[in-house]
Each structure stands twice: as structure tokens, then as C-alpha cells.
């Protein structure tokens, strides 16, 4: 399962988003529609503010400068400073409070009607669906150019597939695939689903399966703020590409999948809110040992 690691032990983050107003459907490209099936309309909205800072943190105290977080430009090339192989799962758990509530309440009543040994099966389950999903669409389809009605899958992932098969013809040229990026600056990586091209452009994919239907980017909540994480990244590191376009592909049981294209204007928008949370989050891992040591040393001063 994709996820983001941030090198700092200690992080509280809050997202929001910011107001845009845009032509959605089950494909939607850089806010425009481009199927006249269905249109809705797309409304984001950003309920924090940045936090500004009033004090300059070094790297070599916190392997992060503070005061450039907010000024790293997307498609920058990040130098080659050492990179320590830690941290946390920064997505997951960096929620507004209202966030992390609402997952809560929404396991505690999954559990209340199942019962906790069900929905851990439930979860497991998901989890091995969706990478049978990723598995038969970039190894089998994309490497190994296997035709999609030969594609092996479970007989539980078969309708999955079939939700993202109109969309097939569009992706070619497999890149890479479950691709470690890491952003030597910043000092996060996190893993990626694939890189390929789509609509003969070099893009970042990012599959998802859903129970609900999702026709506004906003209902798949951190996944474009994880996709500009991870393009930033990747354009940071020295390689002889530079990824500018993004697409998420949400696939359902019953209905055809949902497209959600990113250009590069989208996903320098979301990597501005991307620095913008990690900047929040560095700042209070910052304040938090900065506290620690203190209290540390008050106690070490008591006791000679």
C-alpha cells in the first residue's frame, strides 16, 4: 500500500483546501470535464491558515531547514545530503481533529456491526484486493502486455477490473512500478503506485477502489496532496525525467471508474499545500523537542 514517511518523530499536521470551482464527471482533466455523461460541480474549500514562523531551525538540528519548506520549488532538484531512512506514516496520521474523529467513529461502527474479528478480515481483504488490482493492471497489462481479457485476477477483484477497462487503451509504456521516491531536502519518500505514459504523457498513477461513488476530487480527500508529495520528490531526485501530470483512477464494484487528470498546475497547487502542511508539522516536531530538551535540562540542573 502507497504511503509517505516523514524523517521527524513527532508530527501533527492539519489540511485544507483551498476554494476552487470546477466541471467534474467520471473523467475529469485540470478542471474541465471530458465526459458529457455527467457533470458536477467540484468545490474545495481551506478551513486553516499557514503558520508563519518567527524563528529559523537548522537542518543540522532537525535534518530539516524550517525556513524553506514553504520557498521549494515542485520541480526542483534537490541537492545530494544525506538521507536517513526513517519516520512516519505522515498522511494517516496527520488529520484535522475532525478528520481523525470521523474515522474513528466510522471504525467504531463498522466493529459495532461486524465485530472487530470480521472488519480486520474486511481490511485485509481490501488490502489484498487492491494489489491484485495494481498488480494485474501495471505487471500484467502494462509489462507484460498481456490482453485484459486474459489478465489473471481473483474472482473478488474481476469487477474492479472490469470498472477501469474502457480506460485502458489510454495507458502504455510502463516507467516504473511501486517506485520509492524520496525528496532529499525535505527529508520524506514514500512509494508509489506506477509511472506511465497516459494519453502519451508521462504520469503518475495512482489506482483506488471504492465502495461509493466518487465524482469530486475532493471525496478522495489526501490522494492529490499524496501525488504532488510524490511527484515533488521524484522531480527532486537526478534523473532524466520530470513528472508534470498526475491521474487518479477510482474503480467500483458496479460502475465504471472514476478519472481524476492532474496537470502540472493542479499539482503544483496541491505541492504549495503539501509544503504548507509539512512546514506545520516540522514547526511543532521542532517546538516539541525543543520543549523536551528544556525540561530535560531543568531536571538535570535539579538534580547535579
Not at 470551482?21 to 468545490?43: D, F, P, Q, V
Request: a positive charge; aromatic letters at 10%.
Amino acid at each position: 500500500m502507497p504511503h509517505l514517511l516523514l524523517i521527524c518523530k513527532k508530527c501533527q499536521l492539519f489540511y485544507g483546501y483551498k476554494n476552487v470551482r470546477s466541471l467534474s464527471s467520471n473523467r475529469y482533466e485540470n478542471g474541465k470535464a471530458t465526459n458529457n455523461n455527467r457533470h458536477i460541480i467540484l468545490e474545495v474549500k481551506r478551513n486553516k491558515k499557514t503558520i508563519s514562523l518567527n524563528n529559523r531551525t537548522s537542518a543540522a538540528n532537525f535534518g530539516i531547514n524550517i525556513d524553506s519548506i514553504l520557498s521549494t520549488p515542485f520541480l526542483a532538484t534537490a541537492d545530494n545530503s544525506d538521507y536517513e531512512n526513517a519516520g512516519k506514516h505522515i498522511l494517516e496520521e496527520s488529520r484535522s481533529e475532525d478528520g481523525q474523529q470521523i474515522l474513528i467513529k466510522w471504525k467504531q461502527a463498522m466493529i459495532e456491526q461486524v465485530g472487530t474479528e470480521i472488519f480486520e478480515k474486511m481490511t485485509a481483504d481490501r488490502f489484498k484486493l487492491g494489489h491484485a488490482l495494481h498488480e494485474a493492471f501495471s505487471m500484467q497489462y502494462l509489462k507484460l502486455n498481456t490482453p485484459p481479457d486474459e489478465v489473471i485476477l481473483p474472482e473478488n477483484a474481476k469487477p474492479y477490473w472490469n470498472s477501469m477497462r474502457p480506460l485502458l487503451e489510454d495507458f502504455d509504456s510502463l516507467i516504473s512500478k511501486e517506485m520509492w521516491v524520496k525528496h532529499r531536502k525535505l527529508c520524506y519518500k514514500g512509494q508509489l503506485d506506477a509511472i506511465a505514459h497516459y494519453k502519451k504523457k508521462l504520469t503518475l498513477i495512482e489506482l483506488k477502489t471504492s465502495d461509493k461513488l466518487k465524482l469530486r476530487l475532493e471525496n478522495t480527500y489526501d490522494t492529490p496532496l499524496q501525488l504532488a508529495a510524490y511527484a515533488g520528490a521524484l522531480n527532486s531526485m537526478n534523473l532524466d525525467y520530470k513528472v508534470t501530470h498526475a491521474v487518479i483512477v477510482v474503480c467500483y464494484k458496479d460502475n465504471e471508474a472514476s478519472v481524476f487528470e492532474l496537470g502540472l498546475h493542479y499539482l503544483e497547487y496541491y505541492w504549495k499545500e503539501w509544503l504548507q502542511r509539512l512546514h506545520h508539522a516540522v514547526y511543532k516536531w521542532a517546538s516539541l523537542k525543543k520543549k523536551n530538551l528544556n525540561k530535560s535540562q531543568k531536571k538535570s540542573s535539579r538534580h547535579p
